[in-house]
């Protein structure tokens, strides 16, 4: 368990805040680690765990494929997604459809998120940050990475069904 005071999710704001962090991110995904940063962008918004970005140089960015669809944030604009794909030449490639999702061109509030990733955690073999092991936001929509040093009750959850 994390030493850090608790962050309670119910006061982050709305309209979401944008915040840098220096803290270290780790994620795992198809067997290797996919990214790696001390540097991170992190959206807080009222009952969500943070989403976390990362910097495109820091993912392996020979995974990322363009995926199906997109979706529209009322805050950030229109997302795209991303598949991650693992070729290593054998009989059979890896694939995680719709894994990331980036802002190509984000609203001018957020144009800082521009080329940046977000993903899943439900997805990826596992995230760290600051080496505390992220927890998924729960609901297959939202990509927020609940951390130990975080209050919910979190938007997605079954058990408050008032905050869908």
């Given at each position: 368990?994390?030493?850090?005071?608790?962050?309670?999710?119910?006061?982050?704001?709305?309209?979401?805040?944008?915040?840098?962090?220096?803290?270290?991110?780790?994620?795992?995904?198809?067997?290797?680690?996919?990214?790696?940063?001390?540097?991170?962008?992190?959206?807080?918004?009222?009952?969500?765990?943070?989403?976390?970005?990362l910097?495109?140089?820091?993912?392996?960015?020979?995974?990322?494929?363009?995926?199906?669809?997109?979706?529209?944030?009322?805050?950030k604009?229109?997302?795209?997604?991303?598949?991650?794909?693992?070729?290593?030449?054998?009989?059979?490639?890896?694939?995680?459809?719709?894994?990331?999702?980036?802002?190509?061109?984000?609203?001018?509030?957020?144009?800082?998120?521009?080329?940046?990733?977000?993903?899943?955690?439900?997805?990826?073999?596992?995230?760290?940050?600051?080496?505390?092991?992220?927890?998924?936001?729960?609901?297959?929509?939202?990509?927020?990475?609940?951390?130990?040093w975080?209050?919910?009750?979190?938007?997605?959850?079954?058990?408050?069904?008032?905050?869908?």
């Open positions: 368990m994390s030493s850090r005071r608790p962050d309670q999710v119910a006061l982050y704001p709305r309209p979401p805040a944008l915040v840098a962090c220096s803290l270290p991110v780790q994620v795992r995904a198809l067997g290797e680690e996919l990214a790696s940063s001390d540097h991170s962008l992190w959206v807080l918004e009222t009952f969500h765990p943070p989403t976390i970005y910097p495109p140089q820091a993912l392996r960015s020979a995974w990322l494929r363009p995926g199906s669809g997109r979706s529209f944030c009322e805050w604009g229109v997302a795209s997604y991303w598949d991650l794909l693992r070729d290593d030449g054998g009989p059979q490639e890896r694939r995680l459809s719709r894994a990331l999702w980036s802002y190509p061109q984000p609203t001018e509030r957020f144009s800082a998120l521009a080329g940046w990733f977000s993903l899943y955690p439900a997805l990826m073999d596992g995230c760290w940050v600051d080496g505390e092991p992220v927890q998924p936001q729960p609901g297959g929509f939202y990509g927020g990475w609940i951390l130990p975080l209050q919910g009750p979190f938007k997605g959850d079954p058990a408050h069904p008032e905050l869908r």
